[in-house]
């Protein structure tokens, strides 16, 4: 599946985090002004090169857990607190690899194999959705070798995306679905 509409990522304009965070806080019965203190946000999506805002999808409820216990804590003490996320630093709870390079001695220790020595995931059934005769797709499941050798056999095909991408458009997604789910070994979602 080709990323190059990940690479210059499109959100639409006028979206105003500290509105929506107003929005889930009233949802909880709650307002932003209850933890007697201010409420930061920074960064701005999009973070991840990623046409959703992540950023904010994390990072609202992140910051509501925290304006809520900052709540009881001003209904305790009497004391407000102020409070501040870097959106750019809580997206890694969605994706702790994201720009995870650590090295020993300047070179890059041992990596997961789906990690490339670029630090980018590099195998194609990690999160790589293929697109059914149909137009469903499906992504299949290799996080783990023996996943991996599993899919590949089923699918009568390489590790590789390509030639996943093409097994895969051979397939209804019906009969995709049915001839899977009965192979106990393959872990996948079809959508």
């Not at 304009?13 to 946000?41: C, K, W, Y």
């Not at 980018?120 to 499906?138: A, E, H, I, S, V």
Request: hydrophobic share 40%.
């Amino acid at each position: 599946m080709s990323t190059d509409t990940l690479a210059t990522p499109k959100v639409s304009a006028g979206f105003d985090i500290n509105a929506q965070f107003r929005v889930v806080m009233h949802e909880l019965g709650l307002s932003p002004e209850d933890t007697g203190g201010s409420i930061t946000f920074i960064g701005e999506d999009p973070i991840f090169p990623s046409k959703h805002r992540l950023g904010a999808c994390i990072g609202i409820p992140i910051m509501a857990g925290a304006a809520g216990i900052a709540n009881i804590w001003r209904q305790r003490t009497g004391r407000g607190q102020d409070l501040t996320l870097d959106l750019r630093k809580a997206i890694h709870g969605i994706n702790p690899m994201y720009k995870f390079g650590p090295t020993i001695n300047g070179y890059p220790y041992q990596l997961p194999y789906w990690i490339n020595p670029n630090y980018q995931f590099d195998n194609p059934m990690g999160f790589g959705l293929y697109r059914t005769k149909d137009g469903r797709l499906f992504l299949p499941t290799g996080a783990y070798p023996g996943l991996l050798n599993a899919m590949c056999t089923f699918l009568h095909c390489g590790p590789d995306a390509d030639q996943i991408a093409e097994a895969v458009s051979k397939w209804d997604s019906a009969d995709l679905e049915e001839a899977a789910a009965a192979d106990k070994k393959l872990v996948f979602a079809l959508v």
